[in-house]
């Protein structure tokens, strides 16, 4: 895990990127409709700030075999498109 976590603080930097077991990690993965309970979660989640580091997560992601979703703003009552994270299971970019 270390290795993700270097490598996605080298892309987007310490604020943006969260990890199991980082105090805000739970906050960023969580779902927006608790009705629809989603079971997978992320390796690690992060908040690109510009479209270069989006495409550079995404280029990561590929290169080392991570699945990479976007998290919606919260329109899909099924939680389609729920997370913007890498992960080994899949969620947020």
Not at 82 to 89: D, L, S
């Amino acid at each position: 895990m270390a290795s993700l976590h270097s490598a996605l603080v080298s892309i987007c930097g310490e604020d943006y990127v969260a990890i199991p077991h980082d105090w805000f990690y739970s906050k960023w993965s969580e779902s927006y409709n608790t009705d629809k309970p989603v079971v997978a979660q992320p390796a690690a989640v992060v908040r690109p700030q510009t479209a270069q580091q989006v495409a550079d997560v995404v280029k990561f992601a590929a290169d080392n075999g991570y699945k990479v979703q976007a998290k919606c703003g919260g329109h899909s009552y099924a939680n389609f498109g729920e997370f913007y994270a890498i992960r080994t299971g899949v969620r947020r970019v």
